[in-house]
């Protein structure tokens, strides 16, 4: 199997990205350049060494450029990493708390607007039906986020089959541009009924935990599950929180966001202005309103 350097399966997975996105009309090599944050003479070296191992094809011509070939797409998949790391499913708009991605492998393609992806997940997949909408990732590395539609099943590879519809890469944004303000908060000192009561009011599925004025943990809606499940309706909320907030300044982009959210394995994080919160941003809100409108 062919080993790339990093460089060089960022510069694929962009220009996969833009070829889909422009249904197959050549990419320039200042648009590659652009999406992954390096310098156009930069993309055109390493194009040159893609196209020796047969993964690029160059397009002549004013409206020429780069297009993937076959190769390219049955050489990229996100490979098991040597630890674990979440890779976020989402169903019908619902997180699938039980459900990461494994590896992802797109097929060789004839025509673009029929690509296809066969997904191979870590969880019980019976859940996901055909005709299901469903967004992946961001993958750990590139954080790219495929969206489509659930055509097929395979119970045995635990796999299940999509229909493309999007490939995109998160966005330069900074939390700051999509945080949610003001700050939804939740007392320590309430019970688990009345933080319940305050998740479902707002529609949210998670909210920071105050105390004396300082934040000291997060309340989700697994912590009321397992609370009913426990007989712990009565309790504290900071009982069953968990004791961890993460603070992220309002100019950091969103990719940097995702991955601080992997690496402190927290799916909310508090946005503050010069080290005073002043919101919140979820991985849900980036993955089913921000990311996929890109």
């Known amino acids: 199997m062919l080993e790339l350097t990093q460089i060089q399966k960022d510069i694929l997975y962009a220009l996969i990205t833009l070829y889909i996105k422009k249904m197959g009309s050549s990419i320039k ?11 156009p003479g930069t993309v055109r070296n390493q194009m040159q060494a893609l196209r020796a191992l047969g993964l690029v094809e160059g397009v002549p011509g004013p409206k020429g450029g780069y297009r993937p070939t076959a190769k390219a797409y049955e050489l990229l998949s996100i490979t098991k990493p040597e630890e674990s790391v979440l890779v976020p499913v989402i169903v019908n708009d619902t997180m699938m708390e039980d459900l990461s991605v494994e590896e992802i492998n797109l097929p060789s393609i004839s025509h673009p607007e029929i690509c296809q992806a066969r997904v191979r997940l870590i969880g019980d997949i019976k859940k996901i039906l055909p005709g299901d909408k469903v967004t992946f990732g961001p993958t750990p590395v590139n954080e790219l986020i495929i969206s489509g539609k659930v055509v097929g099943r395979d119970d045995t590879a635990n796999t299940v089959i999509i229909d493309i519809e999007k490939i995109v890469a998160l966005p330069k944004d900074t939390v700051g541009e999509h945080m949610s303000s ?15 009561k305050l998740l479902a009011e707002k529609q949210i599925y998670c909210a920071p935990v105050k105390k ?48 601080l959210m992997r690496d402190e394995n927290v799916r909310i994080l508090v946005v503050t202005d010069k080290g005073e919160p002043v919101g919140v941003i979820t991985d849900q809100k980036i993955l089913t309103r921000l990311a996929p409108q890109q």
């Open 29 to 39: 090599g200042e648009e590659i350049a652009e999406l992954i944050n390096r310098n």
């Open 212 to 259: 004396d004025g300082k934040f000291v943990g997060v309340f989700t809606l697994d912590h009321v599950a397992k609370a009913i499940s426990e007989g712990k309706l009565s309790a504290k909320i900071e009982e069953v929180m968990r004791p961890k907030i993460v603070l992220v300044e309002k100019d950091t982009k969103i990719r940097e966001a995702i991955r």
């Open 182 to 196: 003001p700050i939804i908060s939740i007392d320590a000192n309430a019970n688990v009924v009345e933080g319940a």
